[in-house]
């Protein structure tokens, strides 16, 4: 009879420790601190995440903004004195629709959940989550060639990256 483990394979391809720059976090309100709180405790709960062409990992990730790019510098998390192993700089381009719509239905979302029916804010929240997904297929793709992950750390990290961008 074939036995079968229940136990979880502990990964190297994974963060361990995610830091948002903290002089490029613009001044949010509670909504979008609870997002940022939540995202990383999810990201940290579970993710994929691998160096293309390397195996040293768990990482720890820095993100930032820098001259209206996109930074991600990883940094070994068994190592954390030493210099960054890579930094990424990605142009925010791709992103700037996808985001403009996406504050304008968070914006949306959280004016509904004070007064609107269930059934408005639930099609409120289907368009965002469109919106998020698209900004997470964006994210994997800018990153193909550099850094792979799987689509819930994407989605996870697009909000950390709209984090950075709220001005509501």
């Known amino acids: ?15 361990s420790e995610v830091v948002l720059d903290p002089a490029s976090i613009g001044r949010g309100n509670a909504n979008i601190e609870h997002e940022r709180e939540v995202a990383i405790y999810d990201l940290l709960d579970g993710n994929s995440f691998k160096l293309e062409g390397r195996d040293d990992g768990p990482y720890k990730l ?15 998390a068994s190592k954390p004195s ?16 996808i985001m403009k719509d996406y504050f304008l239905v968070l914006d949306s979302y959280y004016q509904a959940i ?34 792979s992950i799987d689509f819930d750390t994407a989605r996870r990290l697009f909000t950390l990256i709209s984090a950075l961008h709220w001005k509501g």
């Open 62 to 76: 820095t993100i930032g903004l820098v001259d209206d790019r996109l930074a991600l510098t990883v940094y070994s």
């Open 114 to 147: 004070r007064t609107a029916q269930p059934s408005r804010i639930q099609a409120i929240d289907m368009g965002r989550r469109g919106l998020h997904d698209e900004g997470s297929r964006v994210l994997v793709e800018r990153l193909e060639g550099k850094i």
């Open 82 to 97: 030493e210099e960054p192993i890579v930094a990424h700089h990605l142009s925010l381009t791709p992103f700037k629709r």
């Open 1 to 15: 009879m074939d036995q079968v483990s229940t136990e979880t394979v502990q990964t190297n391809d994974r963060l």
